[in-house]
């Protein structure tokens, strides 16, 4: 009898190449202070926010299957606490980031566990209530400006760097720095048992419910992951802009709208899609900005066709189309057969 | 005592509106599982095409709803037909997607047409009449009969699902829809008959949506919300469960704004994740979601 063995491949030849392209162009964008101009930064750190945004609803939606309308709450909310420990408690901006996201992930435990209860579509709605709530209590929060919002304060900011281009440098930086970090748990997570499981769930839920994947738990674990990242994101992006108000940090149509179509367009359920979604999001902003509300409806009108003619996205077109996969995945069963001991059958 | 009566009476009252906003979100829960993320900006597009009809023909609002029903009826069966009935399925992003794209096209098609002005429709003499329900109590004319509507559209909609044909072929297909199609009904023409049915209801609302207070193109969505509270708070499926939740989400928020006018929303809001937490099915349920 035969014996034959196995490993779990996860490189293809397109995946080798495409790191290496990823590598080169991550250096090359690490340097970017060095050969852009102020407004190529503030461009690419905005560029950044959103593909770690769009990633991190990717991984909510995509592989979770829960559809929230209302991650808004978490990039406010993570806005908000820079805020809070910045001018009351007189935290480090720098060191605020790295602390609103682990406390947006305890307060996002009771949020699981009340919107759990609704299910499908009525969470996706439930979710938005919860961004609501969030909102109107931001702006009854008068310390930090109630309705009007509030700018970081000059010390705070000076505090960050002594000239505006260190700063501006340092913000470039921070923003490149925690995208390739939530990218990286990204993919990391979908490398191991969990990706397994949550791709399973992806594939089909109830099936993997029925390999005994224990779906309520990793849907909840990856919905609090989801928050902890997307708050720091948010902490970086008010940061950035040192101002922050109700209404743009619980903004739906900025963080959530744009989110779900540039994903939409991208390829859902694909690590890859974000990111694609992202760049098509950008060279259409910067083409059509000018028709004003008229770009946005042109922008839902494209993710109500690729929905429903392209499911997978642009990126899904070109794996199937191709067999392309840009970071190593997938996983490909490599039969050996070893020595036979015995007779030959 | 009485100025507490007055405001707990103006909740109520509103609460009709709510109601109107959820049954239309109901119905098409009930017969094909779809969540119209559209809907809230489905009600202002109905606010403006009343505004139109007003305008152009000289009509009184209230008198309006005889093109504005019809012609949202019709814009329904043809959404539903051409757009949304490619989108059900198992799968439950593309209903959710679509029309979250289709409420971001509404809003603002709506705000460049008709511009980010606030616009309201005027109802005349009728607008500002009271009567007095008892000593010290008062109620407009225009929310009365706002509220009156809204039990007669809640009791219309009730006797269609039970007593007509229409009906019949709306449960067939909520209760089993392949069955449904093996006995015969296209049920891509009942679904299609089920929006224009949702589409006529936010007709009504978005008129009186209209005459009572301002509006502009950006509201939509905080009237889903809205309607989705009083879905929830009501129990999922259940006609007369929205008119509850309705009423139920017009009382806070008209006693949270009696505390603090910041907590208008914000008390509604509250008291839906607080039935949320205690009776996650609502009260008065019927289909599991």
Redesign the interface.
């Known amino acids: 009898m035969s014996v034959v063995s196995h490993t779990v491949q996860h490189a293809t030849r397109s995946s080798r190449i495409g790191v290496a392209l990823i590598a080169v162009t991550l250096i090359a964008l690490a340097l970017a202070p060095f050969w852009g101009d102020r407004q190529t930064l503030r461009l690419l750190a905005e560029v950044y926010a959103f593909v770690a945004l769009a990633s991190l609803w990717n991984l909510l ?1 995509g592989y979770a ?1 829960l ?1 929230s ?1 209302g991650q808004q709450a978490f990039v406010g909310l993570g806005g908000y606490l820079l805020f809070w420990l910045v001018i009351v408690l007189g935290v480090h901006p720098v060191v605020a980031i790295f602390v609103a996201g682990p406390v947006a992930a305890l307060i996002a435990i009771p949020v699981a566990a ?1 919107t759990f ?6 969470f ?3 979710t ?3 961004a ?2 969030f909102r ?2 931001a ?2 929060i008068s310390v930090l400006g109630g ?1 009007s919002g509030i700018s970081l304060p000059a010390a705070a900011v000076i505090a960050m760097a002594p000239t505006r281009q260190a700063r501006e440098f340092e913000i470039y930086w921070l923003a490149l720095a925690l995208t390739v970090i939530v990218l990286a748990a990204i993919v990391a997570l979908l490398r191991s048992r969990h990706g397994l499981a949550l791709t399973a769930i992806r594939d089909n839920e109830l099936a993997a419910q029925s390999s005994g994947i224990g779906v309520f738990r990793i849907k909840i674990i990856i919905y609090v992951l989801v928050a902890f990242g997307t708050s720091m994101v948010g902490a970086l992006i008010f940061l950035q802009k040192l101002r922050i108000s109700p209404d743009t940090a619980f903004s ?2 900025d963080w959530t ?1 744009f989110v ?2 540039i994903t ?1 367009i991208g390829g ?1 359920g694909r690590i890859e899609g974000p990111i694609i979604g992202t760049i098509i999001f950008f060279i259409m902003r910067q083409t059509l900005s000018d028709l ?3 770009y ?2 042109i ?3 494209v ?2 066709v690729v ?2 003619w392209a ?1 997978k996205g642009l990126w899904g077109l070109i794996a199937e189309r191709y067999g392309w996969q840009a970071l190593p995945l997938q996983r490909h069963l490599v039969l050996k057969p070893t020595k036979t001991s015995g007779r030959p059958s | 005592m009485t100025e507490w009566l007055n405001i707990i009476l103006q909740g109520v009252l509103i609460g009709g509106l709510y109601a109107m906003f959820a049954a239309g979100l109901s119905l098409i829960f009930g017969v094909m599982r779809l969540v119209n993320i559209a809907h809230g900006d489905l009600i202002v597009l109905a606010a403006y095409v009343a505004l139109m009809v007003t305008t152009s023909l000289g009509l009184d609002p209230l008198t309006s709803l005889v093109l504005v029903v019809p012609a949202m009826a019709i814009i329904g069966y043809l959404l539903q037909r051409l757009l949304l009935n490619r989108t059900l399925g198992d799968d439950l992003l593309p209903p959710l997607l679509v029309t979250f794209g289709l409420s971001i096209i509404i809003q603002n098609g709506l705000l460049e047409w008709f511009t980010a002005d606030s616009r309201k429709l005027q109802a005349g003499a009728i607008e500002v009449q009271t009567f007095q329900v008892m000593q010290g109590v008062w109620v407009g004319a225009l929310p009365f009969i706002q509220f009156i509507v809204a039990v007669a559209v809640i009791a219309g909609l009730q006797q269609l699902f039970y007593r007509t044909a229409l009906g019949r072929a709306f449960r067939a297909t909520s209760d089993d829809q392949s069955v449904a199609q093996l006995m015969g009904l296209d049920t891509r023409h009942v679904f299609a008959m089920a929006m224009a049915l949702s589409l006529a209801v936010v007709a009504i609302a978005g008129v009186f949506l209209a005459v009572r207070a301002n509006f502009d193109p950006s509201i939509g969505p905080a009237r889903l919300i809205f309607g989705f509270e009083a879905v929830i708070i009501g129990g999922l499926g259940s006609m007369w469960g929205t008119l509850v939740g309705g009423v139920i989400l017009g009382v806070a928020q008209a006693i949270g704004a009696q505390i603090d006018p910041g907590w208008q929303l914000l008390a509604g809001h509250i008291t839906f994740l607080v039935i949320l937490a205690v009776r996650p099915q609502g009260l008065f349920p019927k289909v599991s979601g």
Do not use: C, D, K, T
């Open positions: 939606a299957g559809v309308v009340l209860r609704l299910r499908g579509a009525y996706a709605i439930g938005w209530v919860v609501e709530v109107l209590l702006s009854q309705g739906v149509n709208a779900i179509f939409v859902i004003g509300s008229l946005l409806l922008m839902g009108a993710a109500i929905m429903l499911p």
